[in-house]
């Protein structure tokens, strides 16, 4: 049985929007994307994104096979060591991480431009840039019409909110949801590789990433990030043949500026940055993470100096709360624009890319098998909403990206710093322990799901 074909509208050229559109193009369901930004390398910063099993599910199932090679053949170099340093640069952990052997079953680290710049590949007629969302109206016909700030409009039968964090459909859709600063500041930028930047780092930190449990409740995360191709964007020599074809090949390739480098993020409680910290950038943000950070390793403080200042940006952490559940309509939500969390669990771009495989099933089983619109729409809403704001509660409480978690209090956050410092010296040290430890961390990023396929 077949229905009346479907047309969709996405707010949103992000992870989750781009990869349900690409789902949708592949079911045969008719879909438009509507993103505010000008062009297709506007407005993203640059930061590592760890794709996990739960990631990789979904962009197998949605993309065309050739895209979705050409996204593990662009990833960089998979981490092989998860690492916990001191701010001192001494080991308190360094545990050998899984491969990438299996397609979907392994951990990926991807930058944001260049996921962003595959997922845009193949969609260059369904993407419409420069239409900044501001409204919808449903009309009594059940179709939708979305309003874009230059005066256009758009209508379809379903309207998803893909925008992001602070959506604008979220906002006129669900008014009693609500997002709230984490209490957390960030400050991330890249240092270009290099063998001198590749030194200061050890032979794990190296090949891994590496987290820093610091006094004062301050963390950093360290990324290397190295790509199949080289300054220039030539395939690099080693490459082995399918990877070169595919990323020759790859036309998103030429407005991706993504080479070689190290990437940091340093976060705290907010009172411990300058209340002007969101309106630095450039050399004054750097110059702030070594007054921040005067007591860490010599090495540490090269690396922060090292980074190009043009990288560097400033963020409020934000969450969101769990919203009661609401009547189905012909709008619906995925990822950040329904759970926003806080990146502690580095989950919010997986949670989204799952939101848009589930999304994208439900749609084009409307159009393929004539099922109820709403009852599809209500169906994915149901599974959604529990994982999504589980995630966000889980993220909340993890690597002290929570205002409020005790590692940021004066006294407290010592005992608590001395305790995680000795829960991985352990993880370390005793292999059961880190044998569950590896079992939970793949076990809650999707691997017991792709081995039960
Ligand atoms: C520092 C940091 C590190 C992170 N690391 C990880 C990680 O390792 N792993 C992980 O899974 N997640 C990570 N995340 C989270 C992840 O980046 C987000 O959860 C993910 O990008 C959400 O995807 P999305 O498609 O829902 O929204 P977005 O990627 O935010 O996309 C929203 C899109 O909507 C557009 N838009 C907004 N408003 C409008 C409008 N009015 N009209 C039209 N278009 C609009 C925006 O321009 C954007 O293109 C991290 C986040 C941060 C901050």
Known sequence: MTAAPLHVLVIGAGFGGLTLAHGLCRAGVSVAVYEKH???TDGLYGYRVGIDPTGNRALKECLPPQLFDTFVATCARTPRYFNVLTEKKKRTAAI???GDSDEINS???VSRQTLRQLLLTGLEDVVHFDKRFTHYEQQPDGTVTAYFADGTSATGDVLVAADGAHSAVRKQYLPQAVLRPAGIISIGAKIPMSPEALSLLSREAQQG???VFAPKGFMCIWHVMEFGWDARGGVKEGVAGNDAELIRAWPG???????DYISFGLWASE????ADVLSLRGPDLIDLVLRLTPNWHPDFRRLFAMADPSTAFPLQIATSEAVPAWPTSTVTLLGDAI???????GVGANTSLRDAMLLCRALSSVQAKGRDLLAAICEYEAEMIPYGFARVA???VQNGTSGSDPLHRPVVGRAVLAANRAYFRAVDAIPPLRRKFLDDLYTYRGAELAAAE
């Open 271 to 274: 009172d411990k940055f300058p």
């Open 107 to 109: 951990e990926r680290s």
């Open 38 to 40: 000008r062009t297709r």
């Open 339 to 345: 759970h926003t969390m806080t990146p502690g669990q």
């Open 96 to 98: 050998p991480l899984r």
């Open 394 to 396: 889980d993220s909340l």
């Open 209 to 211: 990433l590496s987290l």
């Open 253 to 259: 390739l030429l407005f991706d500026n993504t080479r």
